[in-house]
């Protein structure tokens, strides 16, 4: 596949000893996003670290704020954010019932309204129950609406570099730089002024965080294994 985004216009290799806050922020939060989370997101702990130059993002069972489980989820809103390039991420992903793992994106100041108006690009998503089966997926509109690809991976164990290629009119996912999946096909509100290509015609901010529990992941179970780890290895941008 051709590559017409080479300008690397952001990069964390998470070589510091600590989270860069220059380029992201811990989300310090427990609501159940809409999807009946269990987990609180904690910046006040270990949850998020930096290990052998690495982003590690923790899952632990504890009592916090009225929760039984913390993790962590950063993002980069309000620090950096794109429209149109690709986005390459190395990681590996954690296994067990009820894990959530995702590298995702939203609006940085959504011109169309609240979410699924405005619009979710899921890069990778896993469920820790059956970790090989990667999600790639676009949420919009009013109706919501949603869909992109499942593709299997061998070797979970390992790292892979999840990468999206976002252009005007094409949507598209690779796996270790091959293609599984794309899309021209979404609109923000049908009957609306909001002509395609909205609503991703604005520009996004990366979020990585490892959910425990919700609506689509399910829940953990007697099985699942904690604490728990979501491996980062660096994240790059490209226009």
Known sequence: MTNKFTKLIFEDDFNQNKLDLNKWSIVHLGNGFGNNEWQFYREDSDNVSIINNQLVITCKQEVYEHRYFTSGKIQSRNKFSFKYGRVDIKAKVPTGNGLWPALWMMPENSKYGWW??????????????????????IHYGLPHEYHGHQTRIENIDDFHIYSLIWEEDVIIWLIDNIEVGRTSRWFSKKESMNKYPAPFDQEFFLIINLAVGGN???????????PNQFIIDWVKVYQ
Request: net charge negative; with cysteine.
């Open 116 to 137: 699924p108006v405005c619009g979710e690009i899921d890069i990778m998503e896993s469920l820790g129950k059956d970790p090989s089966l990667i999600y790639g997926t």
């Open 216 to 226: 689509f992941s399910a829940y953990p179970d007697k099985t699942t294994k904690f």
